[in-house]
Antibody, heavy 122, light 110 residues
Framework: QVRLQESGPGLVNPSGTVSLTCAVSGASIRSGSWWSWVRQPPGKGLEWIGEISHSGTTDFNPSLKSRVTISIDKSKNQLSLKMISVTAADTAVYYC???????????????WGQGTLVTVSS | QSALTQPASVSGSPGQSITISCTGTRSDIGAYKYVSWYRQHPGKAPQLMIYDVSQRPSGVSNRFSGSKSGNTASLTISGLQAEDEADYYCCSYASSRSYVFGHGTKVTVL
């Protein structure tokens, strides 16, 4: 079973940039796969941020598209999220997740990391 | 895109059945068979409970079932147990090549 481990700075200044990574083990980003980022503000619901395929194809939440970049690093078997011009509204737990299980991909998120909290504050 | 509409809370006694509704539009739930449901216990990551409207991942109890009619999807939990107390989120693929989650429903076992 795939394991996902998010990591990031924890605290970011307003108007700054959030850069997160998600280390993948138990699966290869090189093979046919899709990966996603989802966030959850404290005490609130889930919000889909975007996704990326093993080949680098991306899709984004229209409301975040102008500020978000998602990329993969096959040599490190990890994916990354970068969000610019952050505000307090971007304070959330950020999760990475995968659509694939057992060599097949679906339209649902099967395995999730434990999440990393990003706080936007000066 | 707007979040899917779910009731804020649903409750039931042990052994009872409850149903959580999830209402979207013709651009998401109404257009695709790609509705999924997630359970989230406090402080934990979400767990996939249902995918493709009504399919259960291996290891998920058959007490969980999903369905869809028009722009509304539903999750039914039968034989309610204490461990079912959690937040539940629906999610649908949308025509904007993205996904949209519901606001979430807090399930309380009385």
């Amino acid at each position: 079973q795939v394991r996902l481990q998010e990591s990031g700075p924890g605290l970011v200044n307003p108007s700054g940039t959030v850069s997160l990574t998600c280390a993948v083990s138990g699966a290869s980003i090189r093979s046919g796969s899709w990966w996603s980022w989802v966030r959850q503000p404290p005490g609130k619901g889930l919000e889909w941020i975007g996704e990326i395929s093993h080949s680098g194809t991306t899709d984004f939440n229209p409301s975040l598209k102008s500020r978000v970049t998602i990329s993969i690093d096959k040599s490190k078997n990890q994916l990354s999220l970068k969000m610019i011009s952050v505000t307090a509204a971007d304070t959330a737990v950020y999760y990475c997740a995968t659509y694939c299980r057992g060599g097949q991909c679906y339209w649902a998120l099967w395995d999730w990391g434990q999440g990393t909290l990003v706080t936007v504050s000066s | 895109q707007s979040a899917l509409t779910q009731p804020a809370s649903v409750s039931g006694s042990p052994g009872q059945s409850i149903t959580i509704s999830c209402t979207g539009t013709r651009s998401d739930i109404g257009a695709y068979k790609y509705v999924s449901w997630y359970r989230q216990h406090p402080g934990k990551a979400p767990q996939l409970m249902i995918y493709d409207v009504s399919q259960r991942p291996s290891g998920v109890s058959n007490r969980f079932s999903g369905s869809k009619s028009g722009n509304t999807a539903s999750l039914t939990i039968s034989g309610l147990q204490a461990e079912d107390e959690a937040d539940y989120y629906c999610c649908s693929y949308a025509s904007s090549r993205s996904y949209v989650f519901g606001h979430g429903t807090k399930v309380t076992v009385l």
